[in-house]
């Protein structure tokens, strides 16, 4: 099948940076460089444990051990400094999706990827989570700040993956790219916002497995509607149950192994002993 033109992951460069997408003032002397550094570290503390309305920059300069005044020198407002922030943890997040996105092919390997990874964020990250949701994205300016930037950089990645998987085939023609792609990041935010404030867990792994089931049997082609998938999740449980069994007979033989000279069990008094079969005669 001839592919059509793909939509490529942009780069950092490539991206048009909205007006609030600020540097640290000055000249980057290695200095200024080290207490931009340290200033930063505080602003991601204060900002993930109190919210970025209740924190102040006073609050990170004290972390910091300097004057209020020195902090604005570096980040010229408190919105400034809290985008710096999020691009330093946005970042190593984005690069890491690029590079372990690029080893992957199929559409069902791609998606499962991505949700399993966004709900690893819910789980590993909850502090940044409640503070990008619950915070930041919730004011009309978010559409022209930074963390919008991010956030379709972020999602590039699934765009991508239904677009490549329409001109390969694995999925219908007529599939809405923007609407998946806001049922899959809008659902998983709906899911696990209670696990953001400690209502209940959840298993990353069966649950990666049974959204994409969700999200992508619709959406293949007929007579692919849940074999690819459902099987997918059989798999998962059948890979499980084989583990358990390993690990189960590992300590079985690391039992016997401990103790080879150990003489098999005596019966119980009043036990008749066990018959030896005789061997019939030549």
């Known amino acids: 099948m ?3 033109t793909r939509l490529t992951t942009p780069s950092p460069a490539a991206v048009d940076a909205p007006a609030d997408y600020a540097q ?6 290695p200095r200024r460089m080290r207490r931009a550094a340290e200033i930063l570290a505080a ?5 993930l444990e109190k919210g970025f309305d209740r924190s102040s920059v006073s609050e990170i300069a004290a972390q ?3 004057v ?9 407002s408190k919105r400034e400094l809290l985008n710096a922030v999020l691009r330093g943890m946005y970042e190593p997040l984005i690069a890491d999706l690029e590079d372990r996105f690029s080893r992957l092919h199929g559409v069902r390997s791609r998606m499962r990827f991505l949700i399993w990874r966004h709900l690893r964020v819910y789980v590993e990250e909850p502090n940044l989570s409640r503070l990008v949701l619950h915070e930041v994205r919730t004011g009309p300016e978010y559409f022209q700040s930074v963390l919008h930037d991010l956030h379709v950089r972020y999602t590039a990645f699934l765009i991508r993956t239904v677009e490549e998987g329409i001109a390969d085939g694995e999925l219908h023609a007529d599939t809405d790219v923007e609407l998946l792609r806001s049922m899959v990041y809008g659902g998983i935010e709906h899911r696990m916002w209670g696990t953001l404030f400690g209502r209940g867990s959840v298993d990353v792994e069966a649950m990666a497995d049974r959204y994409t089931a969700m999200v992508l049997g619709p959406l293949l082609p007929d007579g692919r509607a849940h074999s690819p998938v459902v099987a997918s999740s059989a798999r998962s449980h059948i890979g499980q149950v084989l583990d358990e069994v390993r690990v189960r007979l590992d300590q079985i033989e690391d039992a016997l192994m401990a103790s080879p000279d150990t003489p098999p069990p005596q019966p119980k008094a009043g036990t008749a002993p066990a018959r030896t079969r005789r061997k019939s005669p030549p």
């Open 2 to 4: 001839t592919r059509t």
């Open 64 to 66: 910091v051990g300097v």
């Open 43 to 47: 602003a991601r503390e204060v900002f």
């Open 68 to 76: 209020e005044g020195l902090v604005y020198t570096y980040f010229p």
């Open 24 to 29: 640290p003032a000055g000249a980057q002397t």
